[in-house]
């Protein structure tokens, strides 16, 4: 890393009952950087998340913005509430003028500001993914954790998702720790991917690719072959 450390993570414990599930864990992301976590099913990559956003108990050091954004695998929207009412769910606090505009940009942001009084069940699996990353970034956060966000969409959609995600993160460069299981989506997304194996980490990939970046990219030689080294790396488990 060339810039301080905007997420730094230290002898990071997770135990639960006597089975423990990470096992002192160390990283650090740099202010706008984008971060991969990838490993085995079971391997604690959904516990580190969840850790670091502080919903389940941890030991160890860890020194970040409070103010982060959150977005899980499962769409997590309020079926009840329009796209806006989802979006500004967690803006009760400010008054009306400023929620309005915080969702507006937000909004705008993800390219959804015309289905703002839709319904989650009139939109598509991508576009209800959409919503929810919209309300991660409605209260203007320093770090976003995403864990598995698309992982429940078909191949297709994850594929435009994760190219429509690249532009997003483009316009203000927030930091990002994503966690997938798909090495893929990893590499094509991220500045480093880190493989988390038995509570630990195994080992860290820069990822030098220029962007911004195109689908093309996962077919070259160079991706491919950074592919296998991380892949042989996850096998070690």
């Not at 929810?132 to 297709?156: C, K, N, S, T, W």
Request: a neutral charge.
């Amino acid at each position: 890393m060339t810039q301080p450390a905007h997420i730094q993570v230290k002898g990071l414990h997770v135990r639960y009952d006597t089975h423990a599930v990470l096992c002192g864990v160390d990283l650090e992301l740099a202010r706008g950087e984008f971060v991969s976590i990838v490993g085995k099913s079971g391997c604690g990559k959904s516990t580190l998340l969840h850790a670091l956003a502080g919903f389940i108990e941890r030991e160890g050091e860890v020194a970040m913005p409070a103010d982060i954004g959150v977005v899980f695998q499962s769409y997590a929207v309020f079926p009840w509430l329009t796209v806006k009412g989802n979006v500004g769910f967690g803006l009760h606090r400010l008054d009306s003028s400023e929620r309005d505009r915080l969702i507006t940009r937000a909004l705008e942001t993800v390219g959804l500001l015309a289905f703002a009084k839709r319904y989650p069940a009139e939109l598509s699996g991508g576009q209800t993914q959409r919503v929810a990353l919209a309300r991660a970034l409605a209260p203007d956060p320093e770090v976003i954790l995403m864990d598995e966000p698309f992982g429940a969409l078909d191949i297709y959609t994850r594929e435009k998702m994760q190219t429509w995600l690249l532009d997003v993160w483009e316009r203000d460069h927030k930091t990002v720790l994503f966690v997938t299981h798909h090495i893929e989506e990893a590499l094509f997304l991220s500045d480093r991917v880190m493989v988390l194996g038995r509570g630990c980490m195994l080992g860290t990939f820069p990822v030098g690719f220029p962007r911004p970046r195109q689908e093309e990219l996962k077919f070259t030689p160079a991706f491919v072959d950074l592919k296998r080294r991380v892949l042989d790396t996850m096998e070690r488990q």
